[in-house]
C-alpha cells in the first residue's frame, strides 16, 4: 500500500507545484502498461506520468549502478 500512499500524495500535493514551477515528475512502476493504467486510475496519478516496466530493467539496472558505486568507494 506504500506506493499507493505515495502516489495519491504525489499527485495531489507535489505535481501542481512541479507543474507550476515548470518541471516533470515521472516515475518508473515494475508491470505492465494495462496495469500502470489501472494503478493511475485508482491513485489518481498522471498515465502521462508513469511509465511502465514489465522486464523491471530500470530497477535492474539502478542496482547494478548503485553496486558499481559502492564497490568504488571500498
Known sequence: ??????????ARDVLPRLDDAGHKLLAVGIGTDERAREFCGHVGFPEANLYAD??????IASCARSEEHTSELQ
Not at 1 to 10: D, N, S, T
Open 54 to 59: 514489465p522486464e523491471n530493467a530500470a530497477l
Open 1 to 10: 500500500m506504500f506506493c499507493q500512499e505515495l502516489a495519491a500524495q504525489l
